[in-house]
């Protein structure tokens, strides 16, 4: 298959990338006020872990998610590690997640010395399947004394870690039910999803603890960098968080004394700036995302392009979800299209990516429990990423 006429419609997309030569899958924007903020920060020599513009990010972001709190991270990773430990994880329990998701989201669970346990996704959100989870856990689990087990492992399962892909929300209520009735704490990786919103609520603030991510590629950056979401009943969390991801130090005027095991995990104020000026651009940002991918949507739905590329779908937001788009997608028709379209495309300096091998499938997770991965295998195989930047 000849893929020209989807080159020729991206770069009409993105002329200033193909002027140049090379259209990224995701460039970093910035248009505002960053390098006023940066600015303050040297000029005040608070660069470092002290500065008004941490407390300002935090705010901010709590404002426009609505979380109750928000405490930043020097990484999304990193923000996914404390958030499960303030979830309760501990050494040898079990975290149920998806197997199609970045790295970091099994990462962090290593970290807490826990165990992933993969689970499918479904079609329409490419995100952790509450159906699918259900049956797995009604064949695997059961409640003692208000905790969760694996039948099979004796395991504790302790969490459940759906990822909201691309920026699409995961169907929410579905899971926050399912982990309500077996005792399980549901964290949400937003990593991807920061302006996407499930049946009008921002995602991440679903759960006992939700995450954020502002690396690079990220549809706002801080250089690197990431962020706890904490609603109203877990303020408390907010707290801990906040000290445990300052050295646990205790607060005294010149005493160094600490009452935990804490990191230091805490944004940087320079980082913070940039955040700031970013997230001022955000809902302009978001918007230029979904008029990207309303234009990949009605181009791809074209009958004439159904004809030529017959079997090709734009991947469009859940119902009930308004999503960020942080990354289109496509689902070719089957794995040697896949490769065809990376080739070409890579080869005609437009960058796309095939979506993440799936967890299972990595050396330090190939011996983990899985449930059926039927649809989670069937995306693997077809599903690519096409340019997403913002465009002013
Ligand atoms: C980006 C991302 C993270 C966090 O990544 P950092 O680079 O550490 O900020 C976590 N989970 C997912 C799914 C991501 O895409």
């Known amino acids: 298959m000849d893929y020209q006429q989807i080159i020729d419609q991206i770069k009409t997309m993105y002329p200033g990338y193909a002027g140049q030569g090379f259209v990224p899958l995701h460039a970093a924007t910035f248009s505002g006020n960053e390098k006023k903020y940066l600015n303050e920060c040297i000029d005040t020599t608070f660069v470092s872990s002290v500065g008004e513009f941490v407390n300002r990010f935090e705010r901010e972001i709590a ?11 020097v990484s999304g990773t990193n923000a996914l590690h404390m958030a499960l430990m303030l979830a309760g994880v501990e050494r040898g329990d079990e975290v149920i997640t998806q197997p ?64 909201h892909t691309f920026g699409h929300p995961v169907h929410l209520d579905e899971l926050v039910a399912l982990c309500r009735e077996w005792h399980i704490e549901l964290v949400e990786d937003a990593a991807e999803s ?32 990431g962020m706890l979401l904490f609603n109203e009943e877990n303020v408390e969390l907010a707290e801990r968080a906040k000290h445990l991801t300052t050295q646990a130090k205790v607060p005294h005027r010149w005493e160094f004394v600490h009452d935990a095991v804490g990191y230091n995990y805490r944004m940087p104020n320079i980082n913070a700036a940039l955040g700031c000026a970013q997230l001022e ?8 995302k979904r008029k990207v991918a309303a234009e990949y949507a009605a181009y791809f739905s074209q009958p004439e392009v159904q004809a030529r590329y017959g079997g090709i779908e734009f991947f469009s937001e859940p119902a009930e979800c308004r999503s960020n788009y942080w990354l289109n997608a496509i689902i070719l028709p089957d794995h040697e299209a896949q490769l065809a379209f990376l080739t070409q ?16 499938r990595l050396p330090m997770f190939g011996a983990c429990e899985c449930g059926n991965l ?3 295998e069937w995306l693997a195989d077809r599903v690519v990423n096409i340019p997403s930047s913002v465009r002013l």
């Open 63 to 73: 404002g426009y998610t609505g979380a109750a709190r928000a405490v930043v991270c």
């Open 100 to 163: 199609l998701t970045f790295i970091a989201t099994a990462n962090a669970i290593s970290y807490c010395g826990a165990h992933p346990v993969f689970l499918d996704v479904d079609r329409d959100t490419m995100g952790l399947s509450p159906a699918k989870m259900k049956s797995w856990i009604e064949a695997h689990a059961f409640v003692k004394d208000r905790q969760c087990y694996n039948r099979g492992t004796g395991r504790r399962i302790k969490a459940c870690v759906p990822m």
């Open 194 to 225: 920061l302006g996407s919103f499930y049946k009008g609520r921002h995602t991440g603030t679903f759960g006992r603890v939700g995450v954020l991510s502002f690396n690079g590629n990220k549809t706002i950056t801080t250089g690197g960098g």
């Open 281 to 288: 651009c955000l809902p302009a940002y978001v918007e230029s």
């Open 345 to 360: 495309t890579n080869d005609a300096g437009v960058m796309t990516r095939p979506i993440w091998e799936l967890m299972n």
């Open 374 to 376: 039927s649809t989670a």
